[in-house]
């Protein structure tokens, strides 16, 4: 058991490095070229990653908020509370009034259909209107 831990620890590094280094913006890489960090993490299987989280890679957060990736950085979309949503606010009032005319509209049928009823007790014609 030991003996597969000493080849999976080391795989395990190489694949972390390797893609923390691929999801870092150029940027951030420090003194070297990101394709030249991607080279010496997967030929120098145990230094390379070890070399890249030590010295590779700029470790404080970036001051703009960006993500890690390059292109969710330019890729990300804001998203906003409903009820600060200008467009969702309007579209709810559009809601409500076009319910609002429905439940008349059902209404005035109900008191049509109300007063047929009452005629036909009464033995009226209800078509006498």
Same mark, same amino acid.
């Given at each position: 058991?030991?003996?597969?831990?000493?080849?999976?620890?080391?795989?395990?590094?190489?694949?972390?490095?390797?893609?923390?280094?691929?999801?870092?913006?150029?940027?951030?890489?420090?003194?070297?070229?990101?394709?030249?960090?991607?080279?010496?993490? $997967?030929?120098? @299987?145990?230094?390379?990653?070890?070399?890249?989280?030590?010295?590779? %890679?700029? =470790?404080?957060?970036?001051? !703009?908020?960006?993500?890690?990736?390059?292109?969710?950085?330019?890729?990300?979309?804001?998203?906003?509370?409903?009820?600060?949503?200008?467009?969702?606010?309007?579209?709810?009032?559009?809601?409500?009034?076009?319910?609002?005319?429905? $439940?008349?509209? @059902?209404?005035?049928?109900?008191?049509?259909?109300?007063?047929?009823? %009452?005629? =036909?007790?009464?033995?009226? !014609?209800?078509?006498?209107?």
């Amino acid at each position: 058991m030991f003996r597969l831990l000493m080849y999976l620890i080391p795989l395990a590094l190489t694949i972390f490095a390797f893609i923390d280094c691929l999801n870092t913006p150029e940027d951030e890489a420090k003194h070297l070229p990101k394709i030249a960090w991607v080279f010496i993490i $997967l030929l120098f @299987w145990i230094v390379g990653p070890i070399a890249w989280l030590a010295a590779g %890679k700029q =470790r404080t957060p970036p001051a !703009d908020g960006r993500t890690p990736s390059e292109w969710h950085r330019n890729h990300r979309m804001e998203y906003v509370a409903p009820d600060d949503n200008p467009e969702f606010l309007k579209s709810l009032s559009q809601e409500n009034k076009k319910d609002e005319a429905l $439940l008349k509209d @059902w209404e005035a049928d109900l008191r049509r259909r109300e007063e047929d009823l %009452k005629r =036909r007790e009464r033995g009226e !014609d209800p078509k006498a209107d």
